[in-house]
């Protein structure tokens, strides 16, 4: 899968790509958005089920879309949310602007109805920087309105998944998995595991819920000193950024970023495609676009 992605960055570079391209991508993701939103919402009030599955956590019924495990869905729309947010302000075409506020408000009520705790505390912090950075503009009230609505409206439920047995669960396996993650990284210190093989090893035969230190057991420090290199040369991307008529999407990739490390600090998404479809897009973003 890592393959891949490296391809896909190739192909994507040897493209003569246009910043209109740029755009394009950036509106598509915001499409998708809208209609994987769409798909967790009705299926967390039950409406449609074509073979999606449903998974029952603390008494509600949490949404997983077609990705088949909410938490994943949860970050992958969470990581799709800035996209609507910051292209909703560049956009002129008012039909344009329609459907990225249309895909930022069922972006966010899907995200809570996946009831994924990390999610939600990376939710907060991504909303708050993204209302601050608008704060000066007319439509921030309304906006800021709107989301504490949304918020009440889905209170009820998702107080459900914070009860003291779940966190306390919840906390208890991930010590665990931790502990034997990093044995599993004292006994491979340089080279580690083995992409892919951490489940062999742990409790419940799961990932280790903490990317970082997943990373340190498959890959050991070469492949962790490697990942954060390649976080470091995408931020660097982002703040590289010279063309004003792109800007937007920096910090559009830069939230979408931040919103996977900071989630992957309860989960692990490593091999997320879209993650890496991120950390691809920042060097595009970076090209000084002639046309």
């Not at 899907?110 to 920087?129: G, H, K, N, P, Q």
């Not at 491979?188 to 892919?196: E, H, R, V």
Request: with cysteine; charged share 15%; aromatic share 16%.
């Amino acid at each position: 899968r890592i393959l891949l992605y490296l391809v896909l960055y190739l192909v994507i570079l040897s493209l003569n790509l246009n910043e209109k391209f740029l755009k394009k991508i950036t509106f598509t993701i915001v499409i998708s958005g809208l209609f994987f939103s769409l798909i967790g919402i009705l299926q967390h009030f039950s409406l449609i089920s074509i073979g999606l599955k449903f998974i029952l956590g603390s008494r509600v019924v949490r949404a997983s879309g077609f990705v088949g495990d909410p938490n994943e869905l949860g970050i992958l729309l969470l990581a799709m949310l800035p996209f609507a947010f910051f292209s909703y302000f560049e956009e002129k075409n008012t039909n344009k602007k329609l459907i990225c506020a249309l895909s930022f408000f069922t972006i966010l009520v899907a995200s809570l109805f996946t009831f994924s705790r990390s999610v939600l505390v990376a939710l907060i912090l991504i909303l708050l920087i993204m209302l601050f950075k608008k704060r000066k503009t007319k439509e921030s009230m309304m906006l800021l309105a709107i989301i504490t609505l949304i918020f009440l409206f889905a209170y009820p439920e998702l107080i459900k998944r914070f009860d003291y047995y779940s966190i306390n669960n919840g906390i208890e396996i991930r010590q665990r998995l931790i502990y034997e993650s990093l044995d599993v990284f004292k006994d491979n210190p340089i080279l580690g595991s083995g992409l892919g093989t951490i489940q062999f090893f742990t409790y419940r035969n799961t990932v280790t819920h903490n990317l970082y230190i997943q990373l340190l057991a498959e890959t050991g420090i070469l492949g962790f000193i490697l990942f954060i290199s390649m976080l470091f040369l995408a931020f660097k991307n982002i703040f590289s950024t010279k063309n004003q008529k792109t800007s937007y999407i920096k910090e559009t990739l830069m939230l979408s970023i931040l919103a996977y490390l900071i989630v992957n600090l309860f989960m692990s998404f490593l091999y997320d495609k879209f993650l890496w479809l991120l950390i691809i897009l920042t060097s595009l973003a970076r090209q000084d676009f002639k046309s």
